[in-house]
């Protein structure tokens, strides 16, 4: 299940389903395939979205478990209305899904005002109303909608795939993590890194500066000595504050701990892979958060920043709540 929270007060003409479907890729943060989308609206107009979910086209034996789960989700945003989107080649044809989540969202006493299917969520993808009104077109191309203008300019991303999510995070190269591991190891029996935390800070400094520079380059010596900075719970706590304490979002380090999840070797990359996840909770990008969790539970079942994060995002919290959360009162 993915959810994305939007922070600010974003409106959407809901007279217009297609530009409802145009959107959903820009608040997901990639682009849906054969999916079940919800979208909570509420706020004086009706029109203010809210939190938007997204599950897998579950079979028709599933269909109601499914729904359930995703609407139960779906209310934790406390929603006055919601959007039901269908997204996948036989979509048209899942009328049982938009009948169950009709169903179940007004049991929950939501009413449904759209309930639209398309085929895919690219620009030219067919789409059309559910029941009698039978309106059809043509999607817009989802980057070049004013509201994927204005999401970009709040910090939105938008990927092609989830796959290009999971990408983001997965090793790319064996030999090199084996390597590294080895030299972790080695390292770690030697006493070779330095203990003072203002060494382990300032090779963070560094690095974070290269990568918002667009020099983000990890080698075998800056692997260690990062693997080495965000072991210690005190670095990587200061790291997550300054990411926390920045409105705009610390500069390179969404990047940084993308390629550290990449060029680590188990355990080590969970620790970026958590900071991942909360730099992408502190967006709003549900998805990513999701996908960078994943990567850190898998290197490191048990990891207790993973766990927290895991909580925020499953409630979910909204940027400013997590923000809040992470600074624990701190201005």
């Known amino acids: 299940m993915t959810s994305t929270p939007v922070d600010a007060p974003t409106l959407l003409r809901l007279g217009k389903p297609a530009d409802l479907v145009a959107a959903v890729p820009v608040m997901l943060g990639f682009r849906p395939r054969e999916s079940l989308v919800l979208v909570a609206t509420g706020g004086p107009s009706g029109c203010r979205i809210g939190l938007t979910l997204r599950v897998d086209l579950p079979p028709p034996p599933h269909v109601r478990d499914v729904v359930e789960h995703a609407v139960a989700a779906l209310c934790s945003d406390d929603p006055a209305g919601a959007a039901v989107v269908v997204v996948g080649a036989r979509a048209q044809r899942r009328t049982d899904v938009v009948d169950a989540a009709v169903d179940v969202l007004e049991d929950h006493g939501v009413s449904v005002h759209t309930a639209v299917w398309a085929e895919h969520t690219d620009g030219g993808g067919r789409w059309g109303c559910f029941g009698g009104c039978a309106c059809t077109g043509v999607l817009p191309d989802p980057a070049g ?127 970026p892979a958590a900071l991942l996840a909360a730099t992408a909770l502190l967006r709003g990008e549900g998805a990513l958060a999701n996908v960078a969790l994943d990567r850190a539970q898998r290197s490191w079942p048990g990891h207790r920043l993973t766990r927290l994060l895991r909580s925020a995002a499953s409630v979910p919290l909204r940027p400013a709540e997590v923000r809040e959360a992470l600074l624990g009162g701190r201005p």
């Open 145 to 271: 909608t004013e509201f994927a203008a204005a999401a970009v300019l709040a910090g939105a991303v938008l990927r092609g795939s989830r796959e290009e999510l999971h990408r983001l995070v997965e090793p790319v190269d064996g030999v090199a993590i084996r390597r590294r591991e080895r030299l972790l190891i080695a390292a770690a029996e030697q006493e070779s890194v330095p203990d003072e935390d203002a060494g382990h800070l300032a090779a963070l400094e560094a690095a974070l500066a290269d990568a918002a520079a667009g020099r983000c380059e990890i080698d075998d010596t800056r692997a260690v000595a990062l693997a080495a900075a965000l072991t210690r719970p005190t670095v990587r706590d200061a790291v997550l504050l300054r990411c926390a304490g920045e409105p705009g979002g610390l500069p390179g380090a969404e990047t940084l701990w993308a390629a550290l999840c990449r060029e680590l070797p188990d355990p080590e990359a969970a620790e």
